[in-house]
C-alpha cells in the first residue's frame, strides 16, 4: 500500500484526479471503475473540463461497480443516477463507453469483464464502517465475486435502503448488487480517496494493516497495487 | 484465480517448470521466489538441465521465502539448505544471485525486496492443513509482512520445529522466519503446485473459494494473478 | 536487444518454445502470432504434445503475419497451409482461436489486431537477406503497416512467388500480404530465432546494430522487448 | 503512434502534465528522462506546484537524456543548468533523484539505466529539422546507443555549439553527448510535445508516417508505445 497524505480536500482531488488522468492516458483500450457519492465530487469537478469532448480519451471505458435500484422503476439506479449527475452528464460520456452493472447482468459480471480485459484501474471512496462498494460489513465475504445482497443482510439494511432511495418507501428495493471484494482484487490497481475526521479511524486501521472481514476494505492492503490519498484530517490518528 | 488441472504430477511439473522459464525469460532483472519442500522436487529435476550454465539466465535473481535456523549453528537453515541440494546446487547457481533471508534479515525483508523492484513471480506449494510458505493455521495474520514465528504460536510448533530439523533436539530453533501473507500478495505473479489426494480437500477449499484465516491459503485466490496447478488426484473432490 | 546463444539446434528449439509457452500462460487472453518455415519446425514439434487438447490454453488467440495467395484458389494460402500442417493441425488448435490474415482483410489488419487489445509475442524468423515475414528487401518501408506487395516489387519477385507456390505456374499469384515492419514493432515481445551457418551474416549484422531499410531484420534491434536465440553456427562470426 | 491535437499551448502543456503526473503516481520506483528547452517550459510551470515537496514523488528518479558542456567549466552544461532552471530547482527535487548523464559516463550510459531498471517513460521536443534530444541529422545513426558527437559531424556544427553556449566563443566546446536513437527506442513509454506553425512540418512527417534517417525523429512512430501531442497550429498541415 502506498499511502499519500494532502494537505487539505483540495489537494486530495487533484491527485484522485492525476491518479484518474494517468490510467486514462494509455495507447489502447483502458477499463476504468470509478465511484459515485459525495467524496469523489472534487474530483469529478476537476476531471469535466479535462475530459469533456476530448477524442484523445475515446479508449476508454467505464464501469460502475454497484447499484441499487429504483423499486418499480425501469432505467438506472442510485448509483448510475448519481454518476451520470457527476460526472458521465458534464464530461459527455459517449454512453457506448459506459458499461452498467444492474440487477439484470449481476451474475456473469466479473466473466463480461475478464472479456473485456479486465480492469484496469478503480477509484474508490471508503465509509467510516470500513465498507467500499456495496461491501458492507456482514453483507459480503472476502471471496465473493459480484454478487445480490437481500434485505434480510443485516437487521438495518431495510433502513440503509430506505436511505439510498431518498427516504421514498414505494421506492425502496429490497437488494442491491455490488462488484464483491474478490472482484475488487482482480483490478490492476486501486486507488482509494478518504477525507475528514470521520475517515480517520478507518485510515489508521488501513495503516495498521488488520485484516479483518469485520472491516471489508482492510482486505485490499494485501493488494499488489493499492494508493490510498487521505487528508491531513483523516490522517490526523496515524 | 487460473485452475490448471493436469492428468499426472509429470505434467504437473512440466507445467510448473513453462511457468518458472516464463517468469526468467525476460530482457532485464527478474526477481522470483521458489519454494522448497518435496513437492516443487519434480519441477526442478526438469529445471536444472535447462538452466545450469546457462549465461541467458544471469538476469534471474532468487529469493527464498522462509527460513527455519538450525539452533547453534550458523550458516543456511532448513529451507536453504533443501534449495541448495534441489535446484541451487545441481543447476550451479551463482551465489550473487542468490538473496538468502534468515533470522538477521527479516524485519527489513520487505524493504529490501521493493529496493529490488518487487517480486515477479512465485512458486508455491501448499500444505493439507493450509499452509503456504511458512504461514500455518495460527501463525501469522494476513495482514502481516515477513514475520518471525516463536515455539508458542501454537501448541504443537515444537513438535513441528523438531520434525523440521529432522527429530535432533540439540539443533530444534525456538522460532523460524517467513514471508507474511501481505508479503506474497505483493508478488505480481503467483503460481502454486498441488497434487496427491492429500491435496484434494485443499483444492476443492481454494475453488469453492471462501477466504479464512483458519485455512490461510485461501486468501492467494483474492490475487489478481494466481495461477493454482494440480493433478487429476488433487482435482478429484471437484 | 537480449542475444541467446544456445550450443545446437535443439537448444534453440527448446528456448524458442520455453518463450512462446511463457507467453501463453497467463491469466486473461493473449494474442500471440507465430511464424511458418523451416527454421520453427523444432519448435512446433515440442509444442505440439504439450499443447494439444489443453484446455489452459484456451486463453491463447492465434495470428499470421503473412500470406501468399494460391492464385485462382479460394482458402488458405501458402502460410496458413504451412502453419496448419506444421502446428495447428497437429496440436488440434480450435479454428476460433486463430485469426487468418489474407487478402481480403489485410488493409484493416492492423485496427483488427488493436481491437483485440493488441500483440503481446511474435515468434519469427529470419532470412539470410534480412528479411522477416513478408518484409523482403525493397519491399516494404519501415514505416509501413500491414500491406499488399505486388510482382513488380523486385524484378525477381515473380520467381519468388513462383518458388512460394511449389513452382506450379497456375498457382502463382501477382502479390502477397504481410504485416509491415511498424506492424511488427507495435508487438510487445519479439522473438526472433535463426540456426545455421547460413544466417551468420544476419546474425553479425544485428549484433552490430546498424539499421537499414536495405537489411530490413535491423529495425527490430530498436524495439524494446527483442530477443534474438541463435545456434554457436548462427553465432560464428561475432 | 497515438495522436492527440489540443486547441491551444496551454492545453498541451496540461496534458503533457497529466502524462508525466501518471507516470510518476507508481508504487514503486519508477524512473523518467524529461527534455529541456524552450516547448516544455509550460509544463513544468503546472508541474512545480504539484510536486514542491510531495513526499509521494520521491519514487520518482529523473535522467537528463542528453548534455552540452561548456568548454574549460566544471559542473553542469547546458541542459542540466536548463533542467535545473526550469524544473528541478523550482520543484525543490532531491538531488539523490537527479542521475546526471554528462561526458564523464555517458560511455557505460545505457548500462547504467540497464542495472537501475530501464527508463519506464520520457517528454520529448522536437525540432523543426526532425531532431530529438541530441540526436540531429547526420549526427546519430538509428542503431546508436548513448553518443558523443564532436564538432567535425556536421559543417554547421561549430556554429550550433556555439549557439547553444549563448556565442561565446571560449566556453564552446567541441563534442556533446546524447542518448541515441537506441536508447530512446528502448525506453517504455514515449511522449512528445510540440506546439505552433514552425513544428507544423514536422508532425506532417510523423502523421505520414516514412521513416528516414535524415529526419531522425520519424524512427520513433514505429515505438509500441509513442504518443504525441500538438497544439492545432502544429495539426495544422493534416
Known amino acids: 500500500?502506498?499511502?499519500?497524505?494532502?494537505?487539505?480536500?483540495q489537494e486530495m482531488n487533484e491527485v484522485g484526479a492525476q491518479q484518474l488522468l494517468g490510467a486514462m492516458h494509455t495507447q489502447y483500450r483502458t477499463n476504468i471503475a470509478i465511484t459515485a457519492g459525495s467524496t469523489p465530487k472534487g474530483v469529478y469537478e476537476?476531471?469535466?473540463?479535462?475530459?469533456?469532448?476530448k477524442t484523445y480519451f475515446d479508449n476508454v471505458h467505464y464501469y460502475n461497480f454497484d447499484e441499487i435500484p429504483f423499486k418499480g422503476e425501469e432505467g438506472y439506479g442510485v448509483t448510475m443516477t448519481n454518476l451520470?449527475?457527476?460526472?458521465?452528464?458534464?464530461a459527455a460520456i459517449n454512453k457506448e463507453k459506459i458499461h452498467v452493472l444492474?440487477?439484470?447482468?449481476?451474475?456473469?459480471?466479473?466473466d463480461i469483464i475478464a472479456n473485456d480485459g479486465g480492469l484496469d484501474f478503480?477509484?474508490?471512496g471508503v465509509g467510516a464502517d470500513g465498507h467500499y462498494c456495496g461491501n458492507l460489513p456482514n453483507t459480503t465475504k472476502f471471496g465473493d465475486l459480484t454478487s445480490r445482497v437481500t434485505e434480510d443482510a443485516r437487521p438495518d439494511m431495510v433502513d440503509i435502503l430506505l436511505s439510498e432511495v431518498g427516504g421514498v418507501e414505494e421506492k425502496r428495493p429490497d437488494f442491491y448488487v455490488t462488484m464483491g471484494p474478490k472482484s475488487?482484487?482482480?483490478?490492476?490497481?486501486?486507488?482509494?480517496i478518504?477525507?475528514?475526521?470521520?475517515?480517520?479511524?478507518?485510515v489508521k486501521k488501513l495503516v495498521e494493516g488488520i485484516v479483518t472481514e469485520e472491516f471489508p476494505v482492510t482486505l485490499l492492503t494485501t493488494h499488489p497495487d493499492f494508493t490510498l490519498i487521505v487528508?491531513?484530517?483523516?490522517?490526523s490518528l496515524l
Chains 1, 2, 3, 4 share one sequence.
Open 102 to 110: 444492474d440487477d439484470t447482468n449481476y451474475d456473469g459480471y466479473d
Open 184 to 192: 475488487i482484487m482482480q483490478i490492476k490497481k486501486l486507488v482509494m
Open 231 to 235: 487528508d491531513e484530517e483523516a490522517a
Open 1 to 9: 500500500m502506498k499511502l499519500i497524505i494532502t494537505k487539505d480536500v
Open 122 to 124: 478503480v477509484l474508490l
Open 194 to 202: 478518504a477525507n475528514g475526521k470521520s475517515k480517520a479511524e478507518v
Open 46 to 53: 476537476i476531471m469535466t473540463p479535462l475530459v469533456k469532448n
Open 84 to 90: 451520470n449527475k457527476l460526472y458521465f452528464d458534464p
